[in-house]
């Protein structure tokens, strides 16, 4: 029989083949921050772990003196993409070794509920408790490293995987508001709640969602969550905001 601890070096070494060295495991149970709707049980009952997996995202895009929003924009375009190809094909490979798993993409598609825009999974929380970094004030996750500079995907699995270790220290200063007070939209509050409606108003730069989204005819006929969930997935064009990863100190 295979060892728990053997099946997580072998997901390691799959991640390393993908050129992904960041990478823990959560236990699948219920979160206290994380509405049940939006639990891995939710969507698969005997779901017991989550791999969660990170890439940084290159300093010299968010400080690049000229077109650092074009720059991480295309980034974001293909490194959510190619993210979620490696969810599908650690799926398939948990799956070949005997555990039933599923993809956990990393942004899209969303669910909007009241105003709030939730990933099918919000794989933030279980990035925290895997270990990959904790959450900062402005909802992101800082990473020890790479600061919240960091894009995240992730599976879960049936396979009863040895949980990381979580890091329990808080990297935000306690004096630090900057992403708070800088946010051109004002969608963060001192709380650490993010309004994702003002800041998507805010950043979304592609042109056929906002008509779409304007216009009567197609308001009418479909819900926003469709809207979003087919113009701008895979194009990330409502990422055209970076105020609060340039102002972090943790990502310098
Ligand atoms: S991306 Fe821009 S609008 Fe959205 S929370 Fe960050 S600073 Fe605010
Ligand atoms: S800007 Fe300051 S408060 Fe905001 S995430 Fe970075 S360290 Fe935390």
């Given amino acids: 029989m295979i060892r728990a601890s053997d099946i997580t070096n072998e997901i390691r070494d799959f ?15 219920q979160l ?58 650690l799926s398939l490979f948990l799956e070949e070794r005997g555990h039933i798993a599923s993809p956990l993409y990393g942004c899209y598609p969303m669910k909007i509920v009241k105003r709030e825009y939730w990933g099918l999974v919000p794989l933030v929380y279980w990035a925290q408790a895997a270990g990959l970094g904790r959450l900062t004030k402005c909802g992101l996750l800082a990473h020890p490293e790479y600061g919240t500079r960091m894009i995240i995907g992730g599976v879960f699995t049936a396979a009863a995987l040895p949980p990381t270790e979580t890091i329990e220290r808080d990297f935000c200063p306690e004096d630090c508001f900057a992403c708070i007070d800088q946010c051109p939209a004002h969608a963060i509050d001192r709380s650490g709640k993010v309004d994702h409606e003002r800041c998507m108003r805010h950043a979304n730069a592609s042109p056929p969602l906002a008509f779409m989204v304007r216009d009567k005819t197609f308001r009418e006929q479909f819900s926003i969550e469709t809207l979003v969930n087919t113009i701008a997935v895979d194009e990330h064009a409502t990422y055209s905001c970076i105020e609060c990863l340039k102002v972090c100190p943790l990502n310098r």
């Fill in 15 to 29: 991640l390393v083949g993908q050129t992904i060295s960041i990478m823990g495991v959560a236990e699948a149970r």
């Fill in 32 to 89: 206290p921050e994380v509405p049940e709707e939006f639990s891995p049980q939710f969507i698969m009952p005997d779901a017991r772990s989550v791999i969660c997996y990170g890439v940084p995202i290159p300093r010299g895009i968010l400080y690049a003196e000229h077109y650092d929003l074009s720059l991480y924009w295309r980034y974001c375009t293909m490194l959510y993409k190619s993210l979620d190809m490696v969810s599908n094909s």
